[in-house]
């Protein structure tokens, strides 16, 4: 990824999703917004305690700087599930304005219509975006430990196949800042759920002398499902930015445990005018 002033916020892009003009893409920090302790600065969600007149002027701040309006902005209610919604036009701007507009239930949402923002967000948990270069279809996905076990991502792209015809070779994809397998550390029980659905849980699993807790690389381990879809490793670029180590610029539920933002990564089709 790469690191860009837009407005003013600081915001991170994705290599290879920068090649294509028909989108635009960006992922949020925590950098730039009007919050207080324990959501300073930029927090995006309703759902977290803090103020909403905050989050609604931290949103509109991004709208901004990203040149998209707010009512644009689609967001789910994310759920740890593997549930991916379709979004059709009536549902441009769920979520935007209030929490209780979000659709309902979704991990991940793809769309292939023009200036619909899909948004997920997060504090450790995988932001995911998607784009399929010749069918002009977009998606997000959110995954935490049991998104990835339930294969969010996975589905998504089972939708970008099934519901829009794309061949997973067209399929860009971002894998964006989350908790990195130097700090998420998981028990006994989220183990033995890893090792029951990964056959392979050594390659993403850290646990010296099989002691009663691991490592568990979440990017890894979807990288691989995106690859069994049948994406080029190629097409695929992971940001190495771990949330809890980077606690100061991005939230992180692991560093701040009692509470804390989230930030969001989105992803919009541009009218095929401005191509
Ligand atoms: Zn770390």
Request: with cysteine; charged share 20%.
């Amino acid at each position: 990824m790469i690191k860009q002033e837009a407005g003013s916020l600081p915001l991170w892009y994705f290599q290879n999703l920068l090649n294509y003009k028909e989108i635009c893409h960006f992922v949020s920090s925590r950098v730039g917004g009007f919050g207080d302790q324990p959501y300073d600065s930029l927090n995006l969600g309703y759902h977290v305690g803090d103020n909403p007149e905050t989050v609604q002027k931290n949103r509109q701040r991004l709208a901004l700087s990203v040149g998209i309006p707010l009512e644009n902005f689609t967001f789910t209610r994310q759920v740890h599930g593997n549930k991916v919604k379709i979004i059709t036009a009536d549902l441009r701007g769920s979520g935007a304005f209030q929490e209780n507009t979000a659709i309902n239930d979704a991990d991940a949402m793809v769309t292939n219509i023009p200036n619909i923002c899909l948004l997920v967000l997060q504090a450790d948990c995988v932001p995911f975006l998607f784009f399929d270069t010749k069918k002009k279809v977009i998606g997000v996905a959110h995954a935490g430990w049991r998104g990835t076990l339930r294969k969010v991502a996975q589905n998504t792209v089972k939708i970008f196949m099934e519901k829009f015809c794309c061949s997973p070779d067209n399929i860009v994809v971002g894998i964006g800042p989350s908790i990195g397998p130097c700090c998420y550390e998981v028990g006994q029980e989220t183990i033995a759920e890893i090792r029951k659905v990964f056959r392979n849980a050594n390659k993403y699993l850290q646990q010296e002398n099989f002691q009663d807790k691991g490592y568990f690389n979440l990017r890894e381990a979807n990288k691989l499902q995106l690859i069994q879809m049948g994406i080029p490793e190629r097409n695929i670029e992971i940001a190495h930015l771990c949330t809890k180590c980077n606690h100061t610029l991005f939230f992180s539920h692991r560093y701040h445990p009692v509470g804390t933002g989230r930030f969001g990564a989105g992803i919009m089709l541009k009218n095929p005018e401005f191509f």
